[in-house]
Every structure is written in structure tokens, then in C-alpha cells.
């Protein structure tokens, strides 16, 4: 691979300053080994802006012509590995045009004119996200479609629903898997919000003030895939909204994954034994030779303090910075980049973990006896025949008390005489409405856990997708 010579070359900054750095100071203040990422985007920024510089005739069009030309180039060197980026420069958008300059001479020089690094910086971080928040949308679009295609085998598989990690009522696992693909698609939702306000092309904007040169600002935007350029040019670089908007959706994404990991991590547990991890999604032990543990599950739960981490980092960075740019402001690349990543990751290990697992429903199914999941539906069965809610809920309290008394775990195992006892509204046809499968098929309101209507959620969510 060839390497650059123009490392050798002095900082884009360094006309005004007669001593360099130390080594160890410009190295601290460098920052290619985190925006080298960027590459790829500022060629493109860098494409669009020389190209529009030539027909704008702020530079003559063969010297764009010749700029672009060589800006193809060095995207095609890189991407075979015939050039390869020199990290002894200071950021990706001094080596790039370190190299044009080494190449083309005075012609290379002139690719800056009209734009300080400020803008060049955020377009190239800009389009960087255009790609990758889309390509996060399409990994949460692919999670979400897995979970509901096993929602979808599972309309009819009963199990215990959850508050406060007590048995509440019975719903089925459809429904439990529609309700964490409920939070994804909330998710690309956001993400998609977050697109929509980073639709602005900075480029032209300057160090803070825009240019005395005719640029032509809505060529670049659009030549770029910009819905429009930036209405301010102090704002443009100052504007670090769309890195927080994206981190926090990041964060949020992450805490839903870690909440139905932690689901995961308790149904795979001797105690519940609701799923079964497959083995290649699964570790064992160092030193219990029995152990089958869902790492993977863990892991997810445990990254999640990387992204909740890095809102706060970005958060806290921009808080006391005034308008308009700072070199506090390289600091935002490196959080961001790492929630972009950790999230994709984790999206991709979790739609395989799902995808592959197995779920014992005798025993999800068993979970529904024991723990009076039925209380609701018996006082709403009195409620259905004219007795008030609240003297239906305590009626159906005292019953519950009276089972536990007796060792019962169902208020089916008590006779009607028992139950007429509490109440004469009671007859024969409470037993058939208080089994797990008639709560869940009752339940035919909209939101509802009955069959039909998960497969309506179902229906619904696809579409959103």
C-alpha cells in the first residue's frame, strides 16, 4: 500500500504561528485516528464544493475538473488499499488535502476556497450519519420483523404477563414479543425524526460567517443529497442538536434491548425456564461444567451503560460552549461513533439470539396456575353482571383470600356454593370465563392480548415498518 508523503507537510493552520507544536501536544490535539471514518463523506463534501467552485468561476473549471477527477482517485485507492490514510497528520480533512496538493500542485490548493474546516467538518460528520442512521434504522427494521414473525407463531401460546415481576394476568407470548416490537418501531421512529432535522448542508457556511466568494450553497446541498442548505452559517457550525438527537436514540434503543434481554435473562433461568438459548448463543462456565449461561443477553444489558455514557458525554461537552465553534466540538465524534456502533451490534446479536431460540410453553403455559392470574377477570365478570367495580374487586379479593386459607391455587378449584357465598351473581359459567385461554380470548379490545387482535398489532406494526 502507498503511503502519503505529505505528511510532511505543515498544518492547514500553521501561517500564523512561527513555532510548531510539540510532538506530544499536536498528537493530543489530533484527532484522524477517530475521523478517518469520515473519509469517504469528505471527498464527497469536498467533490460537490470544487465542482460548484468551477462553475461558479471562483476557480477555473479546469482546475475543478482536474480536483475531481483526483478526488475519485483517491476514494478508488483507498477502497482497493493501494493508499493508505497516514495518521501522522492531524485529521482526515488535512491528509486529503494534503495529498490533492502533493499531486496536483497549485491546483490542489484551491479545493478550501470559500470553507473553513468548520463547515468542511460538519458536512463530512453529517453525511456520515445520513448513511449510518439509515443503516440503523434498517437493523432495527430487520430486529423488529423477527420478533414479530415469532409473535406471530406464538398468538395462541398462553403465559403469565408480568407487574412488578409479579404474576398479573394471562396474556401469550405473541403478545409480549408484539409489545417489545412496539419500542423498536417507536425507535425508528425517532431515528427517523433525527434524519429529518439533520437535513442540512453546512457546507459554505465557513469558519462562522459564510464567504465573500458567490457560492452557489443550494448546488452543494442538493449535489450532496441535502433536502436544503443551513438557514445560518454561525448556527451550521455550532449546531451539535443532530449528534445528541442521534445519541439519545441510540441510548433509548439500547435501554429497550437491555429491558427484554433482562426478560431473557430471567425466562432462561431454572426458575422460569420459558426459552431456551440455543448453544451457539450461549456460554458456559470456567469452572460448573452444568452451566449454560445467555452471556449474549447479559452483554446487551451491560453495553447499555456505553450509550446512556455517551448522551451524557455530549450533553455535558456542548453545555457551557458559546456559539459558534470550539475545539471542545471534536470531542463529539468519538461518543457518537461508539453508540452508533454498540447499538449496531447489539441489534445484530440480539436478532440472532431471538431468531434461534426455543420457548417451552407446557411450562409458560403451567405459569398461568398459581398466583390467581384469574382475580381480574372474576371481578369483571361480576362487574358484567351489574355489580360495581370496587365491590366487584374486594369480592374478588376476600375469594383469593379464601383459596389461599384453603390451599387452592385457582378460585376455579372453590365450588359455586363457596362462591355464591360472596356473591349470588355467581353461576356455573364463571369457570369456563376464568381459564388462562378464555382471559387472553376476552380480551378483544383494541391493545388487547386476544389472538385476533395481536394479529391485527401485528398487522399494524409491519406496516409502520
Known amino acids: 500500500m502507498a503511503k502519503s508523503t505529505a505528511s510532511k507537510t505543515k498544518p492547514l493552520w500553521a501561517g500564523r504561528l512561527s513555532a510548531a507544536p510539540e510532538k506530544e501536544a499536536f498528537a493530543f490535539q489530533a484527532s484522524i485516528d477517530i475521523d478517518k471514518r469520515l473519509v469517504f463523506d469528505d471527498i464527497a463534501g469536498s467533490k460537490a464544493h470544487v465542482v460548484m467552485l468551477g462553475k461558479q468561476g471562483i476557480i477555473p473549471k479546469e482546475s475543478a475538473s482536474k480536483i475531481a477527477k483526483e478526488l475519485d482517485a483517491i476514494a478508488s485507492e483507498l477502497k482497493s488499499g493501494k493508499l493508505e490514510i497516514d495518521e501522522t497528520h492531524e485529521d482526515i480533512h488535512s491528509f486529503l488535502e494534503s495529498v490533492l496538493t502533493e499531486r496536483l500542485g497549485e491546483a490542489g490548493k484551491m479545493v478550501h476556497a470559500g470553507r473553513s474546516r468548520n463547515d ?23 430486529t423488529a420483523n423477527v420478533l414479530l414473525d415469532t409473535a406471530l407463531a406464538h398468538v395462541n401460546s398462553i403465559m403469565p404477563g408480568y407487574t412488578h415481576l409479579q404474576r398479573a394476568q394471562p396474556v401469550t407470548l405473541g403478545y409480549h414479543l408484539t409489545a417489545w416490537s412496539c419500542a423498536l418501531v417507536r425507535d425508528i421512529s425517532r431515528f427517523n425524526d433525527a434524519l429529518s432535522r439533520l437535513d442540512e448542508c453546512p457546507l459554505g457556511s465557513g469558519a462562522l460567517a459564510a464567504t465573500t466568494l458567490p457560492l452557489d450553497r443550494k448546488a452543494t446541498a442538493l449535489a450532496l443529497g441535502f433536502k436544503r442548505p443551513a438557514v445560518n452559517a454561525m448556527d451550521a457550525v455550532a449546531d451539535r442538536d443532530f449528534a445528541i438527537e442521534i445519541s439519545s436514540a441510540c441510548a433509548i434503543s439500547m435501554v429497550h434491548l437491555s429491558r427484554f434481554c433482562e426478560d431473557v435473562v430471567l425466562w432462561a433461568s431454572e426458575e422460569f425456564k420459558f426459552i431456551d438459548l ?31 455514557g455517551n448522551l451524557v458525554t455530549l450533553l455535558t461537552l456542548l453545555k457551557g460552549l458559546p456559539y459558534a465553534y470550539n475545539k471542545d466540538l471534536q470531542e463529539d465524534k468519538e461518543a457518537l461513533f461508539d453508540s452508533i456502533d454498540t447499538l449496531s451490534n447489539c441489534l445484530k446479536m440480539f436478532s440472532g439470539m431471538m431468531k434461534t431460540a426455543a420457548f417451552n410453553l407446557k411450562r409458560m403455559k403451567s405459569a398461568c396456575i398459581g398466583g390467581f392470574l384469574e382475580a381480574t377477570d372474576t371481578a369483571e365478570y361480576l362487574v358484567k353482571k351489574g355489580m360495581p367495580f370496587r365491590a366487584a374487586h374486594e369480592t374478588a379479593a376476600a375469594l383469593v383470600r379464601v383459596c389461599i386459607e384453603a390451599g387452592h391455587k385457582h378460585i376455579g378449584s372453590l365450588s ?28 378483544d379490545i383494541t391493545g388487547g392480548p386476544a389472538p385476533k387482535e395481536v394479529r391485527r398489532q401485528i398487522k399494524a406494526l409491519r406496516k409502520k415498518i
Not at 416 to 443: G, M, N, Q, W
Open 120 to 142: 468542511q467538518v460538519a458536512v463530512a460528520f453529517r453525511l456520515y450519519l445520513k448513511r449510518s442512521v439509515t443503516d440503523l434504522i434498517l437493523l432495527l427494521s430487520e
Open 278 to 308: 440455543a448453544e451457539n448463543w450461549s456460554t458456559g462456565s470456567s469452572i460448573m461444567p452444568q452451566k449454560k449461561n445467555p452471556d449474549y443477553a447479559e452483554l446487551i444489558r451491560g453495553k447499555t451503560g456505553r450509550t446512556t
Open 416 to 443: 359455586i356454593a363457596e362462591l355464591k357465598k360472596h356473591s349470588k351473581l355467581f353461576d356455573e359459567d364463571l369457570y369456563k370465563a376464568i381459564t388462562p385461554l378464555a382471559c387472553v380470548r376476552a380480551r
